[in-house]
Structure formats: C-alpha cells, structure tokens
C-alpha cells in the first residue's frame, strides 16, 4: 500500500472511465472515508447519495459540467456520490468540510484504482428532483466515479495552468510549482 503522500502525489482527477460497475462495497467505504474528515466544530454537516443505478446515473449525467469536455457515452462514470451540506450558508465552514469529505473519499477512491472527478459545477435543481433531495439541504457537489480509463499527466506551470488534452488524447495538467506558493515564516520569504 503506498503511503498518504505517495497517493496524494500521483492521485489525478479522471474524466474518462471504463464501464465496468464498481462494487457497492467500494462506494460504502468511499463514502465512510467522507463521513470520517475533519470538521470544524465537529459538526458534521454533510449527508451523501450513492448513485449506482446506470438509468439515473446517466439521468443525471447532463446536469454535470466538465472541465476539457465532458466524457463520451462510452467513457462516463458508472457511479455518483451527491454531497449535500446542511445549513452552508448558516456556517462558512461546512463548504470547507465538504472539500475535506471529497478530497478523503477521491484519495480512498484512488487507492481502490477508482478514478474521481469532482464536480461543483451541477444543475443543483435538476439533480435535486431526481435524486429526491429534501429543501432543508444543499447540493454542494457531485463525485463523479469509476474505473480510470485514462493517465492524466501533472506538469509544473509557470504562469499558465491551463488544463490541456494533447493529439494523443492525454490530459496535461499544469500545476504551481511549489517555490511559486511557499513562503517561510512572512510573506515573499522564499529562503
């Protein structure tokens, strides 16, 4: 088993699966890691969806916006995993504990060679009604899931970070360079 760094470093997003279902035992642990994040004041705020059932998967599937274009037909997620908040506005932190519920279910998700996308940009209304999501909670975000059918490659960035697919199909991905955001002890110490 690699190590927390080791996944967090090679862990990409995914936007292209295979179509092979995913266990529901997979999902439930997924899920568990989410529950089990960090929140502040313990509160909790977050409930989740698992949608595994391929007719409302892919009902869902137009109310989802995708970053370098969406996946074809043939290379769409086989699951979903709503995130819905309760009170976001109420408490500026519980969108932050939803990020830490995501980003803990996309490493657990990772390391079962599930790929992951998360997806903020959703049809809050439409997915509400199909997925029966009562008015008390938010939709925060959508996890899209399955088997990775693609290596998308991180690159270090000078100013552009830009996400690009090459001839080859391959999703480039420029990332900051970390000299480019570290600062020790004040801001613009870089030694």
């Given at each position: 088993?690699?190590?927390?760094?080791e996944?967090?470093?090679?862990?990409?997003?995914?936007?292209?699966?295979?179509?092979?279902?995913?266990?529901?035992e997979?999902?439930?642990?997924?899920?568990?890691?989410g529950?089990?994040?960090?929140?502040?004041g313990?509160?909790?705020?977050?409930?989740?969806?698992?949608?595994?059932?391929?007719?409302?998967?892919?009902d869902?599937?137009?109310?989802l916006g995708?970053?370098?274009?969406?996946?074809?037909?043939?290379?769409q997620?086989?699951?979903?995993?709503?995130?819905?908040?309760?009170?976001?506005?109420?408490?500026?932190?519980?969108?932050?504990?939803?990020?830490?519920?995501?980003?803990?279910?996309?490493?657990?998700?990772?390391?079962?060679?599930?790929?992951?996308?998360?997806?903020?940009?959703?049809?809050?209304?439409?997915?509400?009604?199909?997925?029966?999501?009562?008015?008390e909670?938010?939709?925060?975000s959508?996890?899209?899931?399955?088997?990775?059918?693609?290596?998308?490659?991180?690159?270090?960035a000078?100013?552009?970070?830009?996400?690009?697919?090459?001839?080859?199909?391959?999703?480039?991905?420029?990332?900051?360079?970390?000299?480019?955001?570290?600062?020790?002890n004040?801001?613009?110490?870089?030694?």
């Amino acid at each position: 088993m690699a190590s927390c760094l080791e996944t967090i470093l090679r862990r990409r997003t995914i936007r292209r699966f295979k179509q092979d279902p995913i266990p529901r035992e997979d999902l439930l642990e997924i899920v568990n890691a989410g529950r089990m994040a960090s929140s502040a004041g313990n509160a909790q705020p977050w409930e989740f969806i698992i949608v595994d059932e391929p007719d409302l998967v892919a009902d869902v599937f137009p109310s989802l916006g995708w970053l370098a274009g969406a996946p074809r037909e043939d290379q769409q997620p086989t699951a979903l995993i709503a995130v819905l908040l309760a009170n976001p506005r109420d408490r500026w932190s519980a969108w932050a504990d939803g990020g830490a519920a995501i980003q803990n279910m996309q490493l657990v998700a990772w390391e079962k060679g599930i790929g992951s996308c998360w997806i903020g940009s959703v049809d809050a209304e439409t997915v509400g009604k199909l997925l029966k999501i009562p008015s008390e909670l938010k939709l925060f975000s959508v996890l899209a899931l399955g088997i990775r059918d693609e290596a998308p490659v991180a690159e270090d960035a000078e100013d552009d970070v830009t996400a690009k697919r090459d001839n080859a199909g391959v999703l480039h991905v420029k990332k900051r360079k970390l000299e480019a955001v570290l600062h020790l002890n004040r801001y613009g110490v870089r030694e």
